[in-house]
């Protein structure tokens, strides 16, 4: 016996109701797949290093060890202090790209001022670190400053003749930033200065 008119639309009623049912729960599926999904790709992941020949180490996302701001600023008060005619321009090229925007629109001009002079007078600058470094760390969070202040000696020679040698301390600031393309590191200096 064939179903009657109202029978076969009460039948497609349930299969219609059926089918929502399952599409919607298809799309409640998919959305908390693509949301875990989304979340394993975001979240970074820790990376393994051998520091020594002796011990394993792991060195966690965003974690920077303080000995690695200590180098980093070493590594930029050497850069801009160590300069000659000659080297002048490549060392305020590697270090305007770790300062922060208002350090640099500030140093740009002090930079713009002093490099003329430098190549006209030939002037060079050597300096040499006496003892290891004093980090500071003030504030808290994202807003930390880390305050690093080097000692040594520095020789300013115009020509080959020394126009000066003397005891100096450096202190650089730097902050902790996202690391960029531009900025591996994630270090951003905010301040420097000679004491």
Known sequence: MAKKYWEFWGDLYERNIRLNIIIIFLILLSAVLGYALLKVTIRPTPIYYIPSQSVAGLAKPNDIPNSAIKAFGAYFIMNMANITPATVDDAYTAIKKYMSPRLLSISEARMAKELPRIKNDSISSLFSIK?????????????????????????????????????????????????????????????????
């Not at 500071?136 to 880390?146: A, D, N, S």
């Open 131 to 195: 003892e290891e470094g004093l980090l500071e760390i003030k504030g808290e969070g994202r807003k930390r400053i880390y305050r690093l202040t080097l000692k040594g000696e520095r020789v300013v020679y115009m020509g080959r003749e020394e126009l000066s040698k003397k005891d100096v301390a450096f202190s650089v600031e730097m902050q902790l930033v996202p690391p960029t393309e531009g900025n591996p590191y994630g270090i951003t200096v905010v301040n420097y200065e000679q004491i």
